[in-house]
């Protein structure tokens, strides 16, 4: 699994610090959660709970002046690997046929050394 991050960027009609923007969204319902604000290094965040260990939202403020009106909404999460059934099958093969090969090649080098050391004895 890869962990990814995408970020949608807002642009707010009013000019907002990060405190003051929590306190506009504190009490909406989000599918995320409740946000709560945190403090990250030196900086302030919005954050919503955890998923999991790998998948959070995160509220930044864009900018380094106090106050804006943009926003990033960056979002974490785990890709999983998703196989479909049309492409299942040939990787399937694959693998089937890499396998019969290596043991193909496997028997052939046991038979040379065999014949080999048969001959040596002789």
């Not at 000019?15 to 604000?37: N, Q, R």
Request: net charge positive.
């Amino acid at each position: 699994m890869a962990l990814c991050v995408k970020i949608n960027n807002i642009k707010a009609k009013n000019s907002y610090s990060i405190e003051s923007f929590y306190k506009a969204i504190k009490d909406k319902h989000f599918s995320a959660g409740v946000p709560s604000l945190t403090k990250y290094g030196a900086a302030s965040i919005i954050t919503f709970p955890s998923i999991d260990s790998q998948n959070q939202v995160w509220i930044m403020k864009n900018g380094l002046s106090t106050e804006s009106h943009k926003f990033s909404i960056q979002k974490s999460y785990e890709q999983v690997l998703i196989i479909s059934k049309k492409s299942f099958i040939p990787t399937l093969k694959i693998i089937i046929l890499s396998a019969l090969i290596r043991l193909l090649t496997t028997m052939q080098r046991n038979a040379n050394i065999l014949l080999t050391s048969l001959q040596k004895s002789f």
